[in-house]
C-alpha cells in the first residue's frame, strides 16, 4: 500500500507540473471561450443579414400577403415581362424572384408557381413562401365553394393536453428532453473524460517503456500496484484539470460576455426566443420539471458509474500501453476500445430517448462496457433500484476481471522490446 501511495503521488505530480500540462490547462478554456465568442459574433452577423426578395405576382392574390420583416425585404416586379424581372433580379443580386402564373383554378396555380434564384434558398424561406400561398389558396377554395372563412376561425379549438403521472404530478411537454439533456451531457462528458484521460495513462506507460525507467520501478514495486498508481495519479490530475477548466471558463464566459456585450450565458438565440414565447404556466412547469429530477441521485450515480467506467477503460489503456512499443502501434487495439463508447452514446441518444425502460436500453445499461454511459442517461427518466444494483455489480466484478487480465499484460508486456504484439500472444501472456 505504502508503494501505491508513492507512485500515485509520483503520478499525478508529475503531471500537474508538466509544461504541456499546465499550459493546456489554461489555454484550453481560453480557447473554448474564444470559439464560443466567435461563434456568437457570426451568428449576430448571420442574423442581421436582410434578404432582398422580388416578386412577379401575374394573379394579382398575393399584392398584400407579402410583408417586410426583420429577414426579408420584397420588391414588386409585376410590371415587367418574366425575363425582365428575371434580369433585374440577377443585375441587383436579389436573393430570389418568386413568379406566380396568372392561373385561375387553384390547383393548378399552386403547382405552377416558380423561385429563381443564383444559389439554393434556404429551406426556411421557402417554407414561409409555401405556408403563405398555401393559406391564401386555402382560404379561396372555401370562400369558392360557399364556405364561411370567420365560422371556420371562430370555431378552431386550441388543444393543450395536460401531462401527470398516476400520482397525480404534473409534468411539461418538454420533460424527455430536459431529462434527456442532463443524462446526456453526464454520460458524452464521461465518454470524453475516458477517451482523454485513457489516453494519457496508455502514453504514460510508453513513455517509461521507452525510456528503459521500467526495468528500475519494477525491480521495487509489483507490476499491478504501479498499474494502479499510474490509473490514480493521471485520474486525480485530470479531475484537478477538468476542475480548474470548469471553474476558469465560467469566469471567462462572464468576463467575455460582460465586455463584448454579446449575450454569451443565455444560450442561442432561438432557443432564448423559445423561452421568450413561453408562457407564464408553461416557464413554471418547466422550471417545476428541473426541480422534480433526481439530481442527487444523479450525482451520486454519476460518480459511481464515472469511477468504475473510467478504471475499466484504464486497465485496458494501461494494458495496450505496455504491450507495445510506441503510439503507432497503439492503432490495431483502439477500435475494440473506442467502438462500445460510440455504441453506448449512439444507444443512449436513439433509444432511450425513445423508451427508456425498453429492452436495448436496458440490456445496454447493464453490459459494462456501455453501462456507465447508457444508465446515465436512464437514470433521469427513473431506474428501479434492483436494475441499478444489478448493473453496478456487473461494473464492479468486471473491472475485478479486467484489472486482473490487465496486470497479467502488463505484467509480460512492460519488459518487452522491439517485436509488435498480435492478440494472438497477448493470448499466451493470460496464461503466464
Same mark, same amino acid.
Given at each position: 500500500?505504502?508503494?501505491?501511495?508513492?507512485?500515485?503521488? &509520483?503520478?499525478?505530480?508529475? &503531471?500537474?507540473?508538466?509544461?504541456?500540462?499546465?499550459?493546456?490547462?489554461? *489555454?484550453?478554456?481560453?480557447?473554448?471561450?474564444?470559439?464560443?465568442?466567435?461563434?456568437?459574433? *457570426?451568428?449576430?452577423?448571420?442574423?442581421?443579414?436582410?434578404?432582398?426578395?422580388?416578386?412577379?405576382?401575374?394573379?394579382?392574390?398575393?399584392?398584400?400577403?407579402?410583408?417586410?420583416?426583420?429577414?426579408?425585404?420584397?420588391?414588386?416586379?409585376?410590371?415587367?415581362?418574366?425575363?425582365?424581372?428575371?434580369?433585374?433580379?440577377?443585375?441587383?443580386?436579389?436573393?430570389?424572384?418568386?413568379?406566380?402564373?396568372?392561373?385561375?383554378?387553384? &390547383?393548378?396555380?399552386?403547382?405552377?408557381?416558380?423561385?429563381?434564384?443564383?444559389?439554393?434558398?434556404?429551406?426556411?424561406?421557402?417554407?414561409?413562401?409555401? &405556408?403563405?400561398?398555401?393559406?391564401?389558396?386555402?382560404?379561396?377554395?372555401?370562400?369558392?365553394?360557399?364556405?364561411?372563412?370567420?365560422?371556420?376561425?371562430?370555431?378552431?379549438?386550441?388543444?393543450?393536453?395536460?401531462?401527470?403521472?398516476?400520482?397525480?404530478?404534473?409534468?411539461?411537454?418538454?420533460?424527455?428532453?430536459?431529462?434527456?439533456?442532463?443524462?446526456?451531457?453526464?454520460?458524452? *462528458?464521461?465518454?470524453?473524460?475516458?477517451?482523454?484521460?485513457?489516453?494519457?495513462?496508455?502514453?504514460?506507460?510508453?513513455?517509461?517503456?521507452?525510456?528503459?525507467?521500467?526495468?528500475?520501478?519494477?525491480?521495487?514495486?509489483?507490476?499491478?500496484?504501479?498499474?494502479?498508481?499510474?490509473? *490514480?495519479?493521471?485520474?486525480?490530475?485530470?479531475?484537478?484539470?477538468?476542475?480548474?477548466?470548469?471553474?476558469?471558463?465560467?469566469?471567462?464566459?462572464?468576463?467575455?460576455?460582460?465586455?463584448?456585450?454579446?449575450?454569451?450565458?443565455?444560450?442561442?438565440?432561438?432557443?432564448?426566443?423559445?423561452?421568450?414565447?413561453?408562457?407564464?404556466?408553461?416557464?413554471?412547469?418547466?422550471?417545476?420539471?428541473?426541480?422534480?429530477?433526481?439530481?442527487?441521485?444523479?450525482?451520486?450515480?454519476?460518480?459511481?458509474?464515472?469511477?468504475?467506467?473510467?478504471?475499466?477503460?484504464?486497465?485496458?489503456?494501461?494494458?495496450?500501453?505496455?504491450?507495445?512499443?510506441?503510439?503507432?502501434?497503439?492503432?490495431?487495439?483502439?477500435?475494440?476500445?473506442?467502438?462500445?463508447?460510440?455504441?453506448?452514446?449512439?444507444?443512449?441518444?436513439?433509444?432511450?430517448?425513445?423508451?427508456?425502460?425498453?429492452?436495448?436500453?436496458?440490456?445496454?445499461?447493464?453490459?459494462?462496457?456501455?453501462?456507465?454511459?447508457?444508465?446515465?442517461?436512464?437514470?433521469?427518466?427513473?431506474?428501479?433500484?434492483?436494475?441499478?444494483?444489478?448493473?453496478?455489480?456487473?461494473?464492479?466484478?468486471?473491472?475485478?476481471?479486467?484489472?486482473?487480465?490487465?496486470?497479467?499484460?502488463?505484467?509480460?508486456?512492460?519488459?518487452?522490446?522491439?517485436?509488435?504484439?498480435?492478440?494472438?500472444?497477448?493470448?499466451?501472456?493470460?496464461?503466464?
Amino acid at each position: 500500500m505504502h508503494n501505491l501511495k508513492l507512485i500515485l503521488e &509520483r503520478e499525478y505530480l508529475a &503531471r500537474v507540473r508538466n509544461k504541456t500540462f499546465i499550459v493546456m490547462t489554461f *489555454l484550453s478554456p481560453l480557447i473554448l471561450v474564444g470559439m464560443i465568442c466567435l461563434i456568437a459574433y *457570426l451568428s449576430m452577423l448571420n442574423n442581421k443579414e436582410v434578404h432582398t426578395m422580388a416578386i412577379k405576382d401575374d394573379s394579382g392574390l398575393f399584392e398584400n400577403d407579402f410583408k417586410d420583416s426583420e429577414d426579408v425585404n420584397y420588391v414588386n416586379l409585376s410590371d415587367l415581362s418574366l425575363e425582365e424581372a428575371k434580369a433585374s433580379a440577377a443585375k441587383n443580386e436579389y436573393y430570389g424572384l418568386l413568379f406566380i402564373p396568372d392561373v385561375q383554378d387553384n &390547383r393548378e396555380l399552386a403547382g405552377s408557381i416558380e423561385f429563381f434564384s443564383k444559389e439554393s434558398p434556404s429551406l426556411s424561406n421557402l417554407r414561409h413562401i409555401e &405556408r403563405t400561398i398555401k393559406e391564401k389558396l386555402t382560404n379561396r377554395e372555401l370562400i369558392s365553394r360557399g364556405v364561411d372563412i370567420s365560422e371556420i376561425e371562430s370555431a378552431e379549438t386550441v388543444v393543450d393536453i395536460q401531462v401527470q403521472n398516476f400520482e397525480g404530478r404534473r409534468t411539461s411537454k418538454m420533460s424527455n428532453y430536459i431529462k434527456m439533456f442532463f443524462g446526456g451531457a453526464a454520460g458524452y *462528458l464521461l465518454m470524453m473524460f475516458i477517451i482523454i484521460y485513457g489516453n494519457m495513462v496508455m502514453r504514460s506507460v510508453i513513455e517509461e517503456k521507452t525510456n528503459r525507467i521500467i526495468e528500475i520501478i519494477v525491480s521495487s514495486v509489483k507490476p499491478i500496484q504501479l498499474m494502479l498508481g499510474k490509473i *490514480l495519479g493521471t485520474s486525480l490530475a485530470g479531475i484537478t484539470q477538468f476542475a480548474i477548466w470548469v471553474v476558469l471558463g465560467g469566469v471567462l464566459l462572464v468576463a467575455a460576455s460582460y465586455f463584448t456585450g454579446m449575450d454569451l450565458v443565455s444560450g442561442p438565440a432561438q432557443a432564448q426566443e423559445g423561452l421568450d414565447n413561453m408562457s407564464g404556466s408553461e416557464m413554471q412547469q418547466l422550471l417545476l420539471d428541473v426541480s422534480n429530477l433526481p439530481i442527487t441521485s444523479l450525482l451520486i450515480f454519476f460518480v459511481i458509474y464515472f469511477l468504475g467506467g473510467y478504471f475499466l477503460y484504464s486497465a485496458i489503456y494501461a494494458a495496450i500501453g505496455a504491450a507495445v512499443d510506441s503510439e503507432t502501434d497503439t492503432q490495431q487495439f483502439m477500435f475494440p476500445i473506442i467502438l462500445p463508447l460510440m455504441l453506448a452514446i449512439y444507444v443512449g441518444f436513439f433509444s432511450v430517448i425513445e423508451n427508456p425502460h425498453g429492452t436495448v436500453s436496458t440490456i445496454f445499461s447493464m453490459i459494462p462496457l456501455t453501462s456507465p454511459i447508457v444508465m446515465l442517461m436512464r437514470i433521469p427518466f427513473g431506474v428501479q433500484w434492483y436494475e441499478l444494483a444489478i448493473s453496478i455489480a456487473i461494473l464492479i466484478i468486471t473491472n475485478i476481471g479486467v484489472l486482473w487480465l490487465a496486470a497479467k499484460i502488463y505484467r509480460v508486456g512492460i519488459l518487452m522490446y522491439g517485436k509488435k504484439p498480435t492478440y494472438k500472444e497477448l493470448y499466451k501472456w493470460l496464461k503466464y
